[in-house]
């Protein structure tokens, strides 16, 4: 459901900012900002970048069984709190725009902290709704963040997102992605 959340909102902010700035290609892209090697990643050169920062189980108490109900066996769903990063990937010549960009995008979300059904009509099964809100940081905590990430500081704005639900009674399968067929698997059906 994580991945599904924030692709979900790239789209959303995507969708708002090509409108807002009359362009056809995306400006968001889901991405870190370097590949494995610490190399700035070709799908973050130039736009803003979306990415996880942090999982934390969300500890506002949810629905409760009703006084005297029986209890239930099976597992209550997981309720998480997702932390994300809008940074711009913008180059240097370019560090206005990316500015630009941050900015909108704080609009965008002030303008449309919650996200339901009924508001964004594509949401996934099994997101009932998402808010998001900025979360503040200390300046030390930034440090601490980007030198966590091995990157150097790029314009940005932590968001918290509440409350992806996981709940394993829901899911139906999930799809890995096939690159090859495996060896063992090969030779199993030799």
Do not use: C
């Amino acid at each position: 459901m994580i991945d599904q959340a924030l692709q979900l909102v790239r789209d959303r902010l995507n969708d708002h900012l090509r409108i807002r700035f009359a362009v056809s290609e995306d400006l968001v892209s889901l991405s870190p900002l370097t590949d494995v090697e610490g190399k700035p990643a070709k799908e973050a050169r130039n736009r803003l970048v979306l990415f996880m920062v942090n999982i934390a189980r969300d500890t506002v108490p949810r629905q409760r069984t009703a006084r005297g109900a029986a209890p239930t066996l099976q597992a209550q769903p997981l309720h998480m709190d997702v932390y994300f990063m809008v940074a711009s990937g913008h180059d240097v010549d370019l560090y206005p725009e990316g500015l630009k960009l941050v900015s909108a995008a704080l609009m965008f979300f002030q303008s449309q902290p919650v996200f339901t059904p009924q508001s964004t009509p594509d949401m996934p099964q099994g997101l009932s709704q998402l808010t998001v809100e900025v979360s503040n940081m200390g300046l030390e905590e930034v440090g601490q963040i980007w030198s966590n990430l091995g990157s150097r500081y790029v314009p940005s704005v932590m968001f918290k997102m509440r409350s992806v639900m996981i709940d394993a009674s829901m899911t139906t399968g999930i799809a890995p992605t096939i690159t090859a067929p495996s060896q063992r698997a090969e030779a199993e059906t030799v």
